[in-house]
């Protein structure tokens, strides 16, 4: 997908962060990305895309697509990815940022990179900043595949809210790879991870789950749990009896 293709998905579908964060979150961080020189009198000025990049100057290339054009912000996109894991430590910056345009450039960006991206967002993970978790996560469940390893992972990391949305981000990955893993942590500790596993489990729609979910649903500790184990055993009955996942 090149970076005007990717921007027209942008544009138009938008993403899972945006959604997770208007509900959890109510005010953005402020942008640590000013523009200084890149705009004119008369308006943007055009930024000079190769020179940046052979100078390595990611962090100015991203500011510019702030207030540009469509054209510009794709032609930013297409560099960025092409340079790689040389802008994955600047892109990290760069999905704090409270610009819209910007951080959506970076996080498309992350996303396409893929592969070589995946342990410095992981690393990134382990933040004490619930809005930068929950951009990576989203992140992370694009990339896919390439991630899942990793992901699965981190459903080990002390952080209760990193094994929450590590199990989130592997329901979301819809690879039967996480069915095991994800029954594991129907034994985690906490309630909260407990349940979105069984949320996960759910939406896979994967037959295997159907009795560990059962013995939650009947026995967990926790009334939500429970419920929301059923939910996904639910589910899991649908897709035996010909019905698939809803």
């Known amino acids: 997908m090149t970076g005007r293709e990717a921007m027209g998905v942008m544009l138009n579908v938008g993403t899972n962060a945006r959604r997770r964060t208007a509900k959890f979150f109510s005010s953005p961080p402020v942008s640590p990305f000013v523009l200084e020189d890149l705009m004119a009198e008369t308006g943007n000025v055009r ?9 390595g ?13 469509p054209d510009t912000m794709s032609d930013v996109l297409d560099a960025l990815i092409g340079s790689g894991e040389a802008a994955v430590p ?4 760069a999905i704090r940022d ?37 951009k990576i996560a989203d992140i992370l469940a694009n990339i896919g595949d390439p991630a899942m390893d990793e992901v699965i992972a981190a459903l080990r990391e002390p952080d209760e809210e990193v094994r929450v949305l590590s199990a989130l981000v592997l329901g979301e990955m819809r690879n039967p790879r996480a069915v095991d893993p994800l029954i594991s942590a129907l034994a985690d500790e906490s309630g909260n991870v ?16 159907r009795d560990a979910l059962g013995k939650v649903a009947e026995g967990d500790e926790n009334q939500v749990v429970r419920q929301v184990a059923g939910n996904a055993l639910l589910r899991i009955l649908k897709v035996m009896e010909g019905g698939g996942p809803s």
């Open 194 to 209: 407990r349940a979105q596993a069984a949320i996960s489990l759910g939406e896979l729609g994967d037959v295997r789950a």
């Open 57 to 69: 100057e990611f962090r100015d290339l991203i500011a510019s697509v702030k207030g540009s054009d």
């Open 98 to 134: 409270g610009d819209e345009q910007i951080h959506m450039v970076a996080s498309i960006a992350l996303e396409k990179i893929g592969k070589v991206a995946v342990l410095p967002l992981i690393r990134a993970f382990r933040e004490k900043d619930g809005l930068v978790r929950v």
């Open 47 to 55: 930024p000079d895309i190769e020179s940046m990049v052979r100078r």
């Open 90 to 93: 600047t892109l990290l910056t």
